[in-house]
């Protein structure tokens, strides 16, 4: 009598300890850095005026911090593949050097005038440290855990593609958001808004790719386009905000930051199409 063995499903394995630990100094490095962002870089007439980090590079340090965490999410669950590795220690080093040059940069205008401190000239906040020392806890926890892999597949690089091109949009959108807010609060709103959609669609696709993704930043993408073309040719119903530009229509100037952010929102719209009528 043979007697037949039932094999037990196993359980699934368990991350291990350096990958825990690599991605809870990952949250916390992106977190730093978003609250250094949120803190004041600069304070002007004796304190009176505070300034944060998004109304400068801080929108652009948030950006890559936020793509750092879902570059790290993207390469633990992708099989740890080396490049997403080096993008997102990339990223963190960028947040490093971009900080210690904001750094460097106000500490050389406030101290090459004498009477700064007398005439309430700009003085430096926490904030570009604060970011500056997240950037250093993110670039030193994107080496604690190793690669397995050595490559990534086309579609994985074109995901990388899009989401390089829609955190650039976002990044600039929300750079601008806190200026047309001063001047409309529902023109504010809609930068924020596509800050806010850009972002968190440029994150997900570094995750995770699925043709109604694919969709939704298409829609996204061609919807603040034409209102952008619009608002150019034609004008929007909200007092000007005085940026200097080319004016081509009788509306808004084409601004660099404009031009910008529709570029990446281009690039956005000839990756994504394809992928969303592979259906894949």
């Not at 205008?109 to 604060?130: E, H, S, Y």
């Not at 690089?157 to 529902?186: F, I």
Request: hydrophobic share 55%; glycine share 12%.
């Amino acid at each position: 009598m043979s007697t037949v063995e039932t094999a037990m499903p196993r359980a699934p394995r368990a991350p291990g300890a350096r990958v825990v630990i690599g991605t809870a100094a990952v949250a916390a490095g992106v977190a730093i850095v978003l609250v250094g962002v949120a803190l004041p870089w600069l304070t002007l007439q004796h304190g009176q005026e505070v300034v944060n980090g998004v109304l400068g590079d801080g929108a652009y340090l948030a950006t890559a911090a936020i793509g750092a965490g879902a570059l790290w999410t993207a390469y633990l669950l992708s099989g740890r593949p080396g490049p997403l590795r080096a993008l997102a220690a990339g990223a963190a080093f960028l947040i490093v050097y971009w900080t210690v040059f904001d750094v460097e940069r106000i500490v050389t205008t406030v101290t090459d005038d004498p009477l700064a401190g007398a005439m309430g000239a700009p003085l430096m906040g926490p904030g570009p440290l604060v970011a500056a020392v997240g950037g250093v806890v993110l670039l030193g926890a994107t080496f604690s855990v190793p690669a397995l892999a050595g490559g990534m597949r086309r579609t994985q690089w074109m995901r990388v593609l899009l989401a390089a091109a829609l955190l650039a949009a976002g990044a600039v959108h929300l750079q601008q958001a806190p200026e047309h807010l001063e001047v409309s609060t529902v023109l504010g709103l809609g930068f924020l808004a596509a800050a806010v959609t850009q972002l968190g669609l440029g994150a997900a696709v570094l995750v995770r790719g699925h043709w109604l993704l694919y969709a939704a930043i298409v829609a996204d993408c061609a919807l603040f386009f034409l209102l952008y073309a619009y608002a150019v040719v034609h004008g929007l119903p909200f007092p000007s905000h005085g940026d200097a530009g080319i004016q081509v229509g009788a509306g808004e100037p084409v601004t660099l930051s404009g031009v910008l952010s529709k570029l990446g929102e281009a690039v956005a719209i000839l990756v994504a199409l394809p992928l969303a009528l592979r259906g894949r």
